[in-house]
């Protein structure tokens, strides 16, 4: 095995929880509220999280025939590089470090720290700043644990998300035999939802807070390299996990709107959780206790799966030569991209103390459906390439996926011209760093 080649050693129940991991983190537990201040009406609510699951599980699929040609440590990072050339390859790298993967990061370690706080109340002895604290702590003790080693982490994820997933169905179950929902909540609104052009807009206002529920998906093609026979198990990996995590958020939110009215959810405040608030419903204090203990090991657990499939982009920019070429290091006990790992956690925790990575998780759908759909696209491009495919797509699906992306992009840009240009800038501030490198590749040659 060449040096820097990481080991396959990941089996495909564990690449299918991974990819449960990376999705499953804060917005299954939070988002309902905001979309219902947008949409008024509970079922639109759950049309919105079934249409937003329906389009991520279309990327999903898209991104599994690619994954199934090109296995290798980087995702779309390996996939651009052919599909569109190095330039842009490297430019959705440099996004990822920027903002996309280290912003994702430093906000499920910040959602893990309040939620920490809300059940040991103590902690804020440690002062204003004790929120940032525990967040970068969590970050550094799950860097360590990826450095350790790939099984470690993998295994670390494994065991939370069956827990998580078990105490999800249970806390459904619980709900719907309490005697304490009313399906009547299904039919009513807090006030008219709307129709025609404003629906459109609220739908799609609301759909920014699904995708975000949806968001790391994709996250397990950075790790192609590391599962066993990825030509077949990388794709059902991507179709099973993305199911699981859809049959998951519809039945949650179901429970939310069963147990509370939609006037009550919409009346939450800021800091206020729907799923904290449902459990004060059914067990009182110590049941919002429990189910905050929940988000807690949920936040825990997507953060570690983030920080141990993320970094494998970077190593591979390093690999190119067009990263710092520590980047490229793997370490020669734990095979793992050691050096990847310590950068991204200097950078997300970085974030968490720059007071403006919420800003920053704003960027983040509109940054990563531009490359989402570029990926989509490619798919079509791609089918020129004599390539073998292992599995393959019907193309109409990456053809609807990618447009809706593109249409999400443009939307965006309309609405949030401010975050738009700070993304495309973000973006963009990768461009002399690929000079530096690109001219440092040529003149060692």
């Known amino acids: 095995m060449n040096e820097n080649t990481l080991k396959r050693s990941i089996k495909p129940l564990s690449a299918v929880?991974?990819?449960?991991?990376a999705i499953v983190g804060s917005g299954i537990y939070k988002k309902v509220a905001p979309m219902m201040d947008q949409l008024h009406s509970p079922t639109l609510v759950l049309l919105c999280w079934t249409l937003a699951g329906v389009l991520s599980l279309m990327g999903a699929l898209s991104s599994a025939e690619l994954a199934s040609m090109m296995p290798g440590s980087g995702g779309e990072y390996i996939y651009f590089n052919k599909i569109y050339g190095k330039f842009f390859s490297f430019i959705y790298g440099w996004a990822s470090l920027a903002?996309?993967?280290t912003a994702t990061?430093?906000?499920?370690?910040?959602?893990?720290?309040?939620?920490?706080?809300e059940i040991v109340p103590q902690i804020h002895s440690l002062g204003g700043a004790?929120?940032?604290?525990?967040?970068?702590?969590?970050i550094i003790v799950l860097s360590y644990v990826n450095y350790r080693g790939v099984s470690f982490g993998e295994k670390l994820s494994r065991y939370f998300i069956a827990g998580i997933v078990l105490s999800i169905l249970a806390f459904v179950i619980l709900a719907v035999f309490s005697g304490k929902g009313n399906t009547e909540h299904f039919t009513q609104t807090a006030i008219s939802a709307p129709t025609g052009w404003p629906l459109f807009a609220a739908m799609f206002a609301a759909s920014l807070s699904a995708f975000w529920g949806y968001e790391g998906?994709?996250?397990?093609?950075f790790i192609g390299e590391e599962v066993n026979n990825p030509q077949r198990n990388l794709p059902l990996a991507l179709g099973i996990g993305t199911l699981i995590v859809i049959v998951l958020y519809l039945l949650i939110n179901t429970v939310y709107l069963f147990i509370l009215a939609p006037a009550q959810i919409e009346s939450l405040g800021i800091?206020?959780?729907?799923a904290v608030e449902t459990s004060r419903v059914l067990g009182g204090n110590v049941g919002a206790v429990l189910l905050s203990v929940l988000i807690v090991l949920t936040t825990f657990n997507c953060t570690n799966g983030t920080i141990l499939m993320s970094a494998r982009i970077f190593f591979a920019m390093g690999r190119d030569g067009l990263f710092l070429k520590k980047a490229a290091i793997i370490h020669p006990v734990y095979n793992t991209p050691s050096f990847s790992i310590l950068i991204q956690a200097i950078w997300s925790i970085v974030l968490v103390w720059s007071g403006s990575f919420d800003a920053l998780t704003d960027l983040l759908v509109f940054a990563s459906?531009?490359?989402?759909g570029a990926a989509a696209f490619g798919v079509i491009l791609f089918r020129r390439n004599k390539m073998p495919?292992?599995?393959k797509v019907p193309l109409w699906i990456p053809a609807i996926f990618s447009a809706f992306c593109f249409l999400l992009v443009v939307v965006s840009a309309v609405n949030q011209p401010v975050q738009a240009l700070t993304g495309l800038l973000l973006i963009l501030s990768g461009v002399p760093v690929y000079w530096y490198y690109t001219k440092m590749v040529k003149s060692d040659l």
């Open 130 to 138: 004790s929120i940032k604290i525990i967040a970068s702590l969590l």
């Open 389 to 391: 495919r292992p599995y």
């Open 17 to 21: 929880f991974l990819v449960v991991s």
């Open 105 to 117: 990061i430093a906000a499920l370690a910040y959602v893990f720290s309040e939620s920490l706080h």
């Open 217 to 221: 998906w994709n996250n397990i093609g």
């Open 271 to 274: 800091n206020q959780i729907a």
């Open 99 to 101: 903002v996309m993967k």
């Open 369 to 372: 459906f531009f490359f989402y």
